[in-house]
């Protein structure tokens, strides 16, 4: 017997409702990328005129190139630190039952769901015990703990729509694990392997909360607040526009691979 679904159309209410919630949640990005073409002398809405030279002077104030650089050095070492840890805990997870799995797999995702200041704190006790000062290496250790849930949520989702018959058919022809790896399951989940790292270099890049805690103030989100609290004229709106604009170049990266991962 032929079954009927039925779809109601969107009420006047609803769409208003829904309109708030995207204002709400745009309304701040959308005016910071306007005032980052001001031609005023300070942050202030709205704008008195237009004016390209704010971005000019954030490509050149050192503080900012210092910041972005060091930020880049922090996301790539993260990214390759957590890519590595969260396939192998995703492939393992995957793959072998035993007891206490699922306590381990909330252990693993736990620095998604934790306040970000107690883990902030954890993290700088954790640095105090093994005499580490903040400091580049200490802030790409930190990030790699948060990193490592986004790649195992992204490998795990790729594991999820292949199953083990090509594996375990090249490890019968007599191929050993690490090559069975290389050349049969990585192939099969590149697409989530490479969508985690780039989720775990964006997380990173623009991480302020953790930053605070285990690096000297030398990145680019802390940069942006010292400025702010000295004096907030908009190049800070600026910088901020520009990495709006390569978050999202990220994401229209990201997608197509965890599309492609499904």
């Known amino acids: 017997?032929?079954?009927?679904?039925?779809?109601?159309?969107?009420?006047?209410?609803?769409?208003?409702?829904?309109?708030?919630?995207?204002?709400f949640l745009m309304g701040p990005i959308i005016i910071a990328g306007i005032v980052a073409?001001?031609?005023?002398?300070?942050?202030?809405?709205?704008?008195?005129?237009?004016?390209?030279r704010w971005f000019a002077v954030a490509l050149q104030t050192p503080q900012y190139i210092e910041g972005l650089t060091?930020?880049?050095?922090?996301?790539?070492?993260?990214?390759?630190?957590?890519?590595?840890?969260g396939t192998g805990a995703a492939i393992a997870l995957h793959r072998y039952r035993f007891r206490g799995r699922a306590a381990v797999q909330a252990v693993v995702m736990l620095p998604i769901a934790m306040p970000a200041?107690?883990?902030?704190?954890?993290?700088?006790?954790?640095?105090?015990?093994?005499?580490?000062?903040?400091?580049?290496?200490?802030?790409?250790?930190?990030?790699?703990?948060?990193?490592?849930?986004?790649?195992?949520?992204?490998?795990?989702?790729?594991?999820?729509?292949?199953?083990?018959?090509?594996?375990?058919?090249?490890?019968?022809?007599?191929v050993g694990?690490?090559?069975?790896?290389?050349?049969?399951?990585?192939?099969?989940?590149?697409?989530?392997?490479?969508?985690g790292g780039v989720s775990a270099f964006l997380i990173s890049f623009d991480n302020f909360s953790l930053s605070l805690f285990i690096t000297r103030g030398d990145t680019?989100?802390?940069?942006?607040?010292?400025q702010l609290l000295a004096y907030a004229d908009p190049s800070v709106a600026a910088i901020s526009t520009l990495l709006v604009f390569a978050s999202l170049a990220g994401l229209i990266f990201l997608l197509p691979l965890a599309l492609r991962g499904r």
């Open 70 to 85: 060091v930020s880049a050095i922090i996301g790539l070492g993260n990214a390759a630190l957590a890519t590595i840890a």
């Open 1 to 23: 017997m032929a079954t009927s679904q039925s779809y109601s159309t969107p009420g006047l209410a609803s769409r208003f409702f829904a309109a708030l919630v995207v204002l």
């Open 37 to 52: 073409f001001s031609s005023g002398d300070r942050l202030e809405f709205p704008i008195p005129g237009f004016s390209l």
């Open 177 to 195: 694990p690490v090559g069975t790896f290389f050349r049969v399951t990585l192939p099969m989940i590149r697409g989530g392997v490479i969508a």
């Open 117 to 174: 200041i107690v883990l902030g704190l954890g993290l700088l006790f954790t640095l105090a015990v093994y005499d580490m000062r903040p400091g580049i290496l200490a802030a790409t250790l930190g990030h790699a703990v948060l990193g490592v849930p986004y790649v195992v949520a992204m490998v795990s989702a790729a594991l999820a729509n292949h199953d083990g018959s090509l594996e375990r058919a090249s490890l019968n022809l007599g």
């Open 220 to 226: 680019l989100p802390l940069r942006l607040m010292q």
